[in-house]
């Protein structure tokens, strides 16, 4: 049996060494969004940093790529998180968003917030600063439906 292993872990470590090559394109980044909610919303200091320190990183296109994320065949699965948490809200392009989406969107914000689902449980190990307290999602929601209030009364 021992004489299995050795050449076993082998043709993992040649696996694992060639699937570097196949790494991925990680999603695009951009420091300069014009079109970022921080641009267009007046957003409390303490919610700002919440946002920018639990949610950026997915939904919007100043993604912190951590070293880890270039290592295949997390590489796939990250880049594929960071594309689907854009693709469901993206605030580097909120100001495109039509006021409707935008009420929804904060909808959301407030819901999956507040039931944590946001951030993603598989996110927070790794990031301590997106580890959210039930004060910290509370204020995320109370801003979120305080904007959906303020829209409404227009």
Not at 32 to 44: G, L, R, T, Y
Not at 69 to 96: D, K, Q
Request: glycine residues 4%; hydrophobic residues 40%; charged residues 25%.
């Amino acid at each position: 049996m021992k004489k299995y292993i050795k050449p076993a872990l082998l043709v993992l470590l040649g696996a694992f060494i060639i699937l570097q090559i196949f790494r991925g394109t990680p999603p695009e980044v951009r420091a300069e969004n014009p079109n970022d909610i921080m641009a267009h919303e007046v957003i409390d200091g303490e919610v700002a940093t919440l946002l920018r320190n639990a949610c950026y990183d997915c939904h919007s296109m100043e993604t912190n790529y951590p070293w880890y994320t270039y290592i295949t065949p997390l590489s796939w699965w990250i880049f594929e998180h960071v594309e689907h948490g854009r693709e469901e809200l993206n605030f580097s392009e909120w100001a495109t968003f039509s006021m409707k989406r935008k009420l929804h969107k904060l909808e959301e914000i407030s819901e999956e917030t507040l039931e944590g689902e946001m951030p993603l449980e598989s996110y927070t190990p790794v990031h301590a600063e997106a580890q959210l307290t039930d004060e910290q999602r509370q204020l995320i929601s109370d801003w979120a439906l305080g904007m959906v209030e303020a829209a409404r009364e227009k």
